[in-house]
């Protein structure tokens, strides 16, 4: 087949895929975006839709697969969501050249990059991220501990959020996966070649490396914000972050160069102004879902979250994963919860004058970006006429709130402009007319007038025509081959005016038309076309004319998201009944009374118990021993849960608090819920441990729950108590360390080191019932209590018994090999000298069982010895 015989559209499709590549080509043809070749066979798979094919040339047949591309958004969405990127390649034109319409990509769209509000999380930010990582330098030269350096950018083109910052750090991938894991991007670009970890949370977008050289990306950065030098930008000196902000400037340009209007700033930011959360900790604090099922309620969010409007939801997201480590400004979002928090008729108000507010955010976005429909402006004036009543309720000379009146402003020139020029209630969408508010356009009035007076004349022609003729059975008619006619009966023909000009004749009647009413029908059926396009072009003026404001009204909705946030929070504090944590720059952690925020929600009808979490001057690590289920875990958990809350600006469960602000929080928690492939339990835990040993200061908060429980006792025990020494010892780390065991054998360790204190949760046994207080005591603990939660879980009587029976032998043997005595004789031979039984209950570890665990061992050996 030479290229002659290809037909010219499979010529124009070749050319613009050769340019795509890596992306699904959607290619407009009608009604339809078509894809050909090894996309139709992706899409058909993917899409579950019919693979065709089409003739390309004499013979050849490729295979092809359509969408309607009025339904293209969700079909969009399903390949997006599966990580393929989209070229949407549109007809340019109306007039086609040489046979075929001109087409071109307008836009790719990629998981970072998409602006449709259905592919898009409501209240969650779409996060665009770029990495680039400093030269590789050969291992054997960096000297150990030495900092490796990464720019990190991120836009999230919805919102017009784009900031750039840079990490510097021994281990460097470790720092770009934790601020990778904060932002929780949706796509990550970086340059071909580089190596990153895997695992990085959001789908991998190499891009080729050329794009990201200095030279290139500091004009791209200069050319875009038409900017002299980037001094103004804080990226002084910052060459990898430039390199990323650069990158992502380009990649937008590729893929969706409308959106790039809206990134109207770029911020510097310090990873170190805010608190480091690993992704881990992230997880084990349940922070904005849950462990196990990945939900909202039940994490610190869901307790939290009582914002009204998306915008609140969005920036408390962020404030949860983001907690501050600047007194100065943590006290000044605890001043503003402080204020709602005392006034409840205020935050109810203002609660109330926030809940009716839509996404200003977005909306403003869809706004500059073009893709606004006439219902985006609707919600934007109606949130608008809504301003000054929430403005009014704000007090005035209220500190605490000047900074978010300042910038609070009320866009009356914006509303004013939407008031006057849009109607009332709009269609939907452009397709319909009466979009425009009459009076606000003299051209568009004319034209509605003009179309209105022709129809008029058109309805009145019948009962004018019949009179001027004298015929009574004269009729006005429409159809679509002739436009309006006038119908007269044979009979009556001889009374038609000279000027009818006969059109058609029927069996019984003659059919007219007049110059004159030709006219008028042409400006009818003109008009509505004519409408829509003015229409259309008045509507696109007024969303340049917002855009060119639109600073202002996305500054005015930062102010409503930090509104609502702080309601909510005061609004928490209000429901849960905390206080305001006083926080310092001091290393203390003082709190008093203090409560696990989801925990004490999820207590039906038993009350939570409350417990102090005071370092003593001095006291580095504590040691919590205490029996499995009686919270040692809450209680540690609600130490690190308080501590952050504190840092976010919230109210804290507690009586009293005072808390000097941390650097990091780690968790080494649970061993259940992290099986990863290929990697034990044991291993996990280790390697989690190896990571907070690293990266520890003293100014950490460390929870470290069961250290060890992943091996044997003495192996468990060793590693614990090494782990604890070197805490306490190591100058570089000495962090504040809260530390549950079940190895009795640890409480040793307050003997021996100075910093090290015991505390344990109480038991009560009051007439031989044995009953968890839940409340943290001085000292360790003596028994563990194991066999307590077996018959708690509701093991059978006699099995307890015995279990009792057992432990007091093993224990009155002090732990040496032992040879138990034999059973009462009904259980008959149960315990043999030589019973595998006897010997896998001699290998237990019973502390290191759950309770369905060791039910589940009793039916196995039930099954297997009782019947035997
Ligand atoms: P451990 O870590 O000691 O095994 P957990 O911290 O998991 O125990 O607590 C077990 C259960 O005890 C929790 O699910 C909760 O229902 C209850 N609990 C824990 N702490 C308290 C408390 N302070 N007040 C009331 N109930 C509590």
């Not at 340059?191 to 791209?220: I, M, N, Y």
């Not at 060793?718 to 570089?732: D, K, Q, T």
């Amino acid at each position: 087949m030479t290229s002659d015989d290809i037909s010219p559209i499979r010529k124009q499709y070749l050319e613009i895929k050769r340019q795509y590549p890596d992306a699904i080509l959607f290619f407009r043809l009608g009604d339809f975006y078509e894809t050909f070749d090894q996309d139709a066979e992706i899409a058909a798979r993917e899409l579950d839709i019919v693979l065709t094919s089409r003739s390309v040339a004499k013979g050849t047949r490729i295979p092809m697969a359509g969408i309607p591309h009025h339904a293209a958004e969700n079909y969009l969405a399903r390949l997006i969501e599966k990580g393929f990127h989209v070229a949407i390649c549109e007809q340019i034109g109306d007039q086609p050249v040489k046979g075929i319409f001109p087409r071109q990509v307008t836009r790719v769209v990629t998981p970072g990059t998409v602006i449709e509000p259905g592919l898009l999380p409501g209240d969650a930010n779409n996060y665009l991220t770029c990495v680039v990582l400093g030269d590789p330098i050969e291992t054997n030269e960096l000297p150990a501990g030495a900092f490796q350096h990464a720019g990190i950018a991120y836009v999230d083109i919805t919102t017009g959020e784009f900031a750039v910052t840079e990490l510097n750090n021994p281990d460097i991938l470790a720092a770009v996966r934790a601020e990778l894991v904060r932002l929780s991007p949706a796509e990550i670009l970086f340059p071909d070649g580089q190596k990153l970890t895997d695992s990085l949370p959001g789908h991998l977008t190499p891009w080729t490396a050329w794009r990201f050289e200095p030279g290139r990306c500091q004009e791209v950065i200069l050319q875009h914000f038409e900017a002299a030098s980037l001094d103004g930008f804080g990226l002084r000196g910052m060459t990898l972050g430039m390199r990323a902000a650069g990158g992502i400037l380009q990649y937008l340009q590729e893929t969706q160069p409308v959106a790039l209007k809206l990134l109207t700033s770029l911020n510097t930011y310090s990873t170190s102004e805010f608190m480091t959360l690993d992704a881990a900790t992230r997880r084990n604090l349940e922070l904005t879902e849950t462990l196990r099922t990945g939900a909202l309620k039940g994490s610190l969010l869901g307790v939290l979250d009582h914002t009204v409007t998306p915008m609140g939801k969005r920036l408390l997201v962020q404030w949860v994963s983001k907690p501050l480590l600047s007194v100065e400004r943590i006290n000044q979002r605890l001043d503003g919860v402080m204020l709602l928090h005392a006034n409840g008729m205020l935050r109810a108000e203002i609660r109330s004058a926030l809940k009716p507010l839509n996404d200003l955010e977005r909306l403003t976005n869809r706004v500059m970006a073009g893709t606004a429909q006439p219902r985006d402006l609707v919600a934007i004036r109606a949130t608008l006429e809504q301003l000054p009543t929430l403005r009014e309720r704000l007090p005035e000379n209220e500190t605490s709130l000047s900074e978010l009146l300042l910038n609070f402003n009320l866009c009356t020139d914006e509303l004013q402009l939407l008031q006057s020029a849009l109607d009332d209630e709009p269609p939907a969408t452009l397709q319909n007319v009466g979009v425009i508010r009459p009076g606000f356009s003299a051209e568009l009035d004319g034209v509605v007038e003009r179309s209105r007076h022709s129809r008029e004349w058109i309805a009145n022609l019948e009962n004018v025509e019949r009179e001027r003729t004298g015929i009574k059975s004269l009729k006005v008619g429409y159809n679509k081959v002739f436009g309006y006619y006038i119908e007269i009966t044979h009979s009556n023909t001889n009374l038609a005016p000279a000027e009818y000009i006969r059109k058609q004749t029927l069996v019984n009647a003659e059919r007219y038309i007049t110059p004159e009413m030709k006219e008028y029908e042409t400006l009818v059926l003109n008009a509505e076309e004519r409408i829509r396009e003015i229409e259309t072009r008045l509507f696109r003026e007024l969303c340049v004319s917002l855009s060119d404001t639109a600073r202002q009204l996305l500054a005015t909705a930062r102010v409503l998201a930090e509104l609502d946030v702080l309601a909510s929070l005061a609004e928490t504090a209000a429901h849960g009944g905390y206080i305001r944590p006083e926080v310092v720059s001091e290393d203390i952690l003082e709190v008093e009374g203090g409560r696990h925020p989801v925990v004490e929600q999820t207590l039906s009808g038993e009350r939570f118990v409350p417990n102090d979490i005071s370092f003593e001057s001095g006291e580095r690590v504590r040691i919590i021993t205490g029996p499995n289920m009686s919270g040692k875990s809450t209680y540690l958990r609600q130490a690190a849960l308080i501590t952050l809350m504190a840092q976010m600006g919230s109210f804290v469960p507690a009586a009293a608090a005072r808390i000097g602000v941390v650097d990091r929080i780690f968790t080494r928690i649970g061993a259940q819920d992290e099986i990863h492939a290929g990697q034990s339990t044991f291993m996990v835990e280790m390697v989690e441990t190896a990571n907070i040993l690293h990266h520890a200061t003293p100014r950490s908060l460390l929870i470290l729950d069961e250290i060890g429980r992943g091996t044997s006792t003495y192996d468990g025990v060793s590693i614990a108590w090494a782990v604890v020494e070197y805490i306490h010892n190591h100058p570089r780390l000495r962090a504040k360390t809260l530390f549950a065991t079940h190895y009795h054998e640890l409480t040793q360790l307050a003997d021996l080191l100075p910093g090290v204190r015991n505390y344990n949760v109480a038991v009560s046994e009051a007439d031989g019932k044995v009953v968890f207080l839940h409340k943290i005591v001085a000292g360790g603990a003596d028994r563990s209590y194991g066999i307590h939660v077996g018959q708690l879980a509701g093991l059978p009587r006699p099995v307890v018994q015995r279990a009792n029976e057992i432990l007091h032998q093993l224990e009155a043997s002090s732990g040496k090999a032992v040879r138990l005595s034999p059973v009462a004789a009904r259980q008959l031979a149960l315990f043999p000298e030589t019973n595998p039984l006897l010997d896998e209950i001699k290998s237990m570890d019973i502390n290191a069982l759950s309770p369905i665990e060791a039910l589940n061992k009793l039916y196995e050996w039930q099954r297997k010895y009782l019947e035997e």
